[in-house]
């Protein structure tokens, strides 16, 4: 594959708009179509001098020549139009959960792998320097025994938010505070830990009974199949703004803290004969004006999908830990 690659993005939302952005501006891709239900006129994609479809069908059916179909859509659309996209011969980037079932993510692995297909996972917070760095700290031993890893994640998501008009919310095309908010947070401790068992967990709802179908709160312990063992306290709850996201381990040579809302301040690093280097800084979070959301990551995203489909690289971010993801979120949610 010496040509540019070829793109199209099934929604136009805040994160689909991203993806359409990052494909403009790397020079090895080109977006060939943009796909939502909504008016052209409404999305704010002018700018963006491409065909535009009402519908993933109807795009298949125009014959458009693509080799990447990027899925932004509301959650409980991911696993079909994925679906749809490798059925049609197509690589696939699906945005976070992959799907809101194991059962569909394996489904959709399944075909992947009848179709000779990539499925890339959108998992962009592995990207962010603390993520990666850490990552080299629990792999090269440094850290020694994993004892505990704590994971807090309290952010504020109100009415500004949760609109009515919005899939935010409604339980068959959200899924649940993990799956839309948290899914990112999970999906690293699963990357640095590995699978979870022994689950204990409980829910509530404080604030958000009118705005969503779910609870907004929960606590949820754990132990690692590795050894040790882990918490996840979360809430959408909190009044006005973020509040933190943040992880601490602590382990046989020391204790290390990452913070700041997304996870991208190394706040403690206490560990026996070791030096703490100066990390790259991390890209600000995507800004939606009233509410944040994760760390801007998505350039790196594409970048992958053009390196492996060049043979250039592995992928980062496979499709086997976005079904783990939604396997370990399915599991703590049985505790309802």
């Known amino acids: 594959m010496s040509e540019k690659i070829k793109f199209a993005v099934v929604g136009c939302g805040h994160i689909g708009k991203r993806h359409a952005e990052m494909i403009s501006r790397n020079e090895e891709c080109e ?30 059916a125009s014959g458009i020549e693509v080799d990447v179909i990027n899925i932004a859509s509301p959650n409980g659309f991911h696993f079909e139009q994925s679906y749809k996209v490798i059925d049609s011969g197509k690589h696939v980037v699906v945005e976070k959960p992959m799907a809101l079932k194991k059962q569909h993510a394996e489904k ?3 075909q992947a792998l009848h179709k ?15 993520s990666a ?12 025994k994993i004892y505990m890893v704590q ?42 830990f590995g ?27 754990f132990d690692f199949v590795d050894g040790g063992m882990g918490s996840l306290n979360y809430s959408t709850s909190v009044w006005n703004q973020n509040l933190e996201s943040s992880m ?16 991208d301040k190394v706040e403690v690093c206490n560990i026996k004969d070791y030096v703490m280097p100066e990390l790259a800084p991390t890209n600000p979070g995507n800004d939606y004006g009233a509410y ?21 690289n592995t992928i980062t971010t496979n499709a086997l830990e976005g079904l783990k993801v939604v396997d370990i979120i399915e599991r703590i949610y049985a505790y309802k």
Request: hydrophobic share 40%.
């Open 31 to 60: 977006l060939v179509g943009l796909i939502d239900i909504k008016d052209k006129s409404v999305l704010g994609i002018e700018n963006y001098k491409v065909p535009f479809f009402a519908s993933l069908d109807e795009f298949l």
């Open 108 to 110: 959709l692995i399944f």
């Open 116 to 130: 000779h297909k990539q499925v890339f996972a959108v998992m962009q917070n592995r990207y962010s320097p603390p």
């Open 133 to 144: 760095w850490v990552k080299e700290m629990v792999e090269s031993g440094k850290l020694g």
């Open 151 to 192: 994971l807090n994640c309290y952010w504020n998501r109100d009415d500004r938010y949760y609109k009515p008009e919005s899939w935010h919310g409604k339980k068959e095309l959200d899924g649940g505070t993990l799956f839309t908010q948290f899914s990112h947070f999970i999906d690293i401790m699963y990357w640095l």
């Open 195 to 221: 699978d979870i068992t022994n689950i204990q967990a409980k829910f509530a709802d404080f604030n958000h009974e009118t705005l969503t179908d779910f609870e907004d709160s929960g606590f949820v312990s």
């Open 248 to 263: 601490t381990i602590i382990a046989e040579h020391g204790a290390v803290k990452i913070g700041g809302q997304y996870m």
């Open 292 to 312: 944040k959301g994760s760390a801007a990551n998505h350039h790196f995203i594409i970048e992958n999908v053009v390196d492996v489909l060049k043979g250039r």
